[in-house]
């Protein structure tokens, strides 16, 4: 079922210096991925996963039995919201989360038997929502989204967002001048 548009008119704030949204490249890059996420959740829905879901439980074969940390990484998260992310998976019974027998302190994520079940049955589906991804977007398009994507969600990109030794924004003071 097809959600009809809302026309939505944008509030007349010119007199605020707000900046340009429609070049806030955080904002066009939420927005797509609320988008996609939810067109993903849609063919998804018949298994009772969400995409999200689905990365977490993927990554975890992936990886074996990485660690949180880990697993937090591959996923660009943070540990707090990953341990939200894995509750429900948990509770159903598709991931365990033991001890790490190197290292006390640290916690493996394993997908269980019920949760590789789960995984094949997910991707049917999965590949079934590509598709339509691929065929709107466009096949090579769709790979040069990804390549730039992956880009940015490498740790190296948190290097254009180093602070500053000097603020951009800072106005250079002149220096008082005082007489002795």
Not at 25 to 41: F, G, I
């Amino acid at each position: 079922m097809r959600k009809q548009p809302v026309a939505i008119e944008p509030p007349d704030d010119s007199h605020l210096d707000l900046g340009d949204n429609s070049r806030c490249n955080n904002t066009a890059l939420r927005k797509a991925t609320r988008r996609v996420s939810q067109l993903y959740d849609s063919v998804l829905a018949p298994t009772g996963l969400r995409s999200t879901q689905r990365s977490i439980l993927l990554n975890i074969a992936r990886f074996g039995s990485p660690t949180m940390g880990q697993l937090a990484s591959s996923l660009v998260l943070d540990r707090s919201a990953l341990g939200h992310n894995l509750k429900p998976l948990e509770r159903n019974g598709f991931v365990v989360l033991d001890v790490d027998p190197d290292d006390k302190r640290n916690r493996l994520a394993k997908l269980t038997r019920k949760g590789e079940s789960k995984l094949r049955e997910t991707t049917a589906l999965w590949q079934e929502a590509q598709k339509r991804f691929e065929r709107k977007f466009g096949v090579e398009r769709a790979a040069s989204l990804r390549k730039a994507l992956a880009v940015i969600a490498a740790e190296e990109f948190d290097d254009a967002f180093e602070a500053p030794t000097t603020s951009p924004t800072a106005k250079a003071r002149p220096k008082s001048q005082t007489t002795n």
